[in-house]
């Protein structure tokens, strides 16, 4: 008889607060991964906006899962005893404030990564 091997399920709370955690960078590098591949085409048409799109796009689904992690750490209850570094509530208390941190710095980043495209599109050609 094959034993069976149990995966624990997670519910949709700790799904989203993964996602805010990891949507992030994955965002970021998607976002890194499209400009460069429409940098030639704007090069040759002389037409920018699908880079300032992009950039406004990704930039908008970082915040988003920036306020994803900021809703779950208001919802986390506050007691004391909850916050320790075992229970499953400190856990998701570190992920929401990981997740926060982390949409702000990769926020700063695809736009600092847009501003660039705006501000060095004269040297192309």
């Known amino acids: 008889m094959p034993t069976q091997i149990r995966t624990p399920s997670l519910d949709t709370a700790t799904r989203l607060l993964w996602l805010s955690v990891l949507g992030s960078p994955m965002i970021w590098a998607a976002h890194l991964q499209i400009v460069y591949s429409l940098v030639q085409v704007a090069r040759k048409t002389k037409h920018y906006a699908p880079l300032y799109a992009t950039t406004v796009i990704c930039c908008l689904l970082v915040l988003t899962c920036g306020y994803a992690s900021l809703r779950h ?9 909850t916050l320790e570094s075992s229970s499953s509530a400190g856990v998701a208390g570190f992920m929401s404030a990981i997740g926060i941190a982390g949409s ?12 660039a495209v705006y501000f060095f599109k004269a040297n192309w050609g």
């Open 73 to 81: 750490w208001r919802r986390r209850p506050c007691q004391p005893e």
């Open 104 to 115: 702000v710095f990769f926020a700063i980043t695809v736009l600092a990564t847009g501003l």
